[in-house]
């Protein structure tokens, strides 16, 4: 705390004593990377150190003393360095900036909708191994999409959402990061998940909230968790991961000032475009430049929050406009493309872990599911734009296409391939179903480090009514039975 504040008092003072500073301005100064054909993140770099951004600019109490004929005095006025505006030219055209002329933020793309490399002078950097275990993980995840939303459809679980058109901007960023690199999801994301390592009985644990789910039941389906791999614990409401990941890069930075590893890390956090209309968007992307941590902002635009459209939900050039105007490095990416998504989210990780900024990614997909299994988005879209969608694009299909034209798969392996996840998701199903459920301590636990008096009277009057009614509670689902709560 006092480090951040001491911090924030001697910026503003440097920006206070610059504010009566006058100079004449190269033309083009905030140069807009976005358009030069490789790989680039648009901003215009203001985030990263006041000081830095406003080298050379005189102080305005130094002038006189140094015998310098101050600029406003020779008539050649063109910029005044207000303490709120970084670099702004003075005009006498009157011109609001009218946001629908300008061209919006175009999307990398490496592999077109037939399997086809579109850059041929990039070299992909992945191998047959690798290439075949994300393709392994979006399938694995596609299939188990499609038996546990089964599943609740039967009464065999009480809620799941399914990840059915996004598997390829999941998996592919997740395998451009690090083991290290400490990840927050929104609750779409199990492919990144699955590809961390995080196993199928892992999965099932949560979903079923049996004794071995680490959550122990508190948590709806789907809101999975794993420490060993650094992912923290979905939450359900939204977007409050977003303020906690920069919270976390933040604290990652704070650690590497003293350790000074050469590679500390750097955290990633998704979130969906609906989450970005919440406020903790908005101030966790301020944070995180204002403060340069070191975090990916990974936004999956798939064109729907429930049944609101995107193109109800803003107004602007999508969620990548926002990034620009909070001073982030910023890039648009073909989300059902898993190599692009795979190189940008590279080069993302190279400026947040090594220039120690943050970056934000708007991947573009399309939500083919219904938004959860409480959800049924033939009331707000049509059937045909559904199937549309998949017949035109799917990130399983065009990976697919890419190493068929590679000679890495084939319809043979498909199958046997499917057949084989599906055999492994339907028997750690059975297993996690037939599991005891957590002890019925654990409903108190895990809060507060000790018991509140509230929380120690609630648990005696449950004992109490469990005792006087004991044929209405059949305590054998549960560990230890009914001696878990004594
Ligand atoms: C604070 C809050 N408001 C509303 C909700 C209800 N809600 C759950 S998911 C969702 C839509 C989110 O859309 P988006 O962020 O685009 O993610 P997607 O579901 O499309 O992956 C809403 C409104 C919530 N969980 N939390
Ligand atoms: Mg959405």
């Known amino acids: 705390m006092i480090c951040f504040g001491r911090s924030g008092i001697k910026m503003i003072r440097s920006r206070g004593i610059r504010a009566l500073t006058v100079r004449p301005v190269k033309v083009n100064q905030s140069v807009s990377r976005i358009h030069t054909g490789k790989v680039s993140l648009a901003s215009d770099r203001r985030s990263n150190s006041t000081s830095t951004t406003h080298s050379g600019v005189g102080v305005a109490g130094t002038v006189g003393g140094t015998g310098t004929v101050s600029q406003s005095s020779r008539g050649i006025q063109k910029e005044l360095v207000f303490p709120g505006s970084i670099r702004s030219q003075f005009t006498t055209q009157l011109n609001f900036n009218d946001p629908s002329e300008a061209t919006p933020m175009p999307t990398y793309r490496l592999i077109d909708l037939d399997g086809h490399q579109l850059d041929p002078e990039y070299k992909i950097p992945f191998d047959k191994e690798k290439s075949l275990k994300m393709y392994r993980d979006m399938l694995t995840v596609s299939i188990m999409d499609s038996i546990m939303y089964d599943a609740q459809r039967q009464g065999r679980l009480s809620f799941y959402m399914v990840s059915a058109g996004e598997e390829g901007a999941a998996v592919g ?58 992912i923290h614990p979905i939450s359900s409401p939204l977007a409050t991961q977003i303020p906690h990941a920069a919270g976390a890069a933040y604290a990652l930075k704070i650690r590497n000032k003293d ?4 590679d500390s890390g750097c ?24 403060r340069a941590c070191p975090v990916i902002f990974f936004c999956r635009n798939n064109g729907y929050a429930i049944s609101t459209p995107s193109l109800e939900q803003y107004k602007g050039d999508g969620i990548a406009s926002r990034g620009v105007g909070y001073g982030i490095d910023t890039i648009r990416v073909d989300g059902n493309d898993l190599a692009a998504v795979h190189r940008v989210t590279r080069e993302a990780r190279k400026l947040a872990v090594e220039n120690q900024r943050p970056v934000l990614i708007e991947a573009m997909s399309y939500r083919v599911s219904h938004h959860s299994t409480s959800d049924d988005s033939f009331a707000y879209r049509s059937k045909t734009e559904v199937e549309d969608w998949k017949r035109r694009d799917n990130p399983l299909a065009r990976m697919r296409k890419w190493l068929e034209l590679k000679d890495w798969w084939s319809e043979d392996l498909e199958q046997q391939t499917r057949k084989e996840i599906r055999r492994e ?18 409903i108190f636990n895990g809060v507060y480090s000790e018991l509140t008096e509230p929380l120690k009277r609630q648990r005696e009057e449950l004992k109490e009514i469990l005792d006087t009614y004991p044929e209405h509670y059949d305590l054998s689902h549960y560990e230890k039975g009914r001696e878990g709560l004594n």
């Open 267 to 290: 955290v990633i956090c998704y979130f969906g475009e609906g989450a970005a209309s919440e406020g903790d968007f908005h101030a966790a992307l301020n944070i995180a430049a204002t």
């Open 425 to 442: 998701i339907l028997s750690e199903m059975a297993a996690a179903e037939k599991r005891k459920k957590p002890s019925l301590d654990q």
């Open 173 to 230: 960023s997740a395998a451009a990061l690090e083991p290290h690199d400490v990840m927050f999801c929104q609750y779409r994301e199990q492919g990144a998940i699955l590809y961390r390592g995080v196993t199928l009985k892992e999965f099932m644990s949560q979903l079923y909230a049996n004794a071995d789910d680490y959550g122990q039941g508190r948590n709806m389906p789907v809101h999975y968790q794993s420490e060993k791999f650094n």
């Open 259 to 262: 350790n000074n590893e050469p």
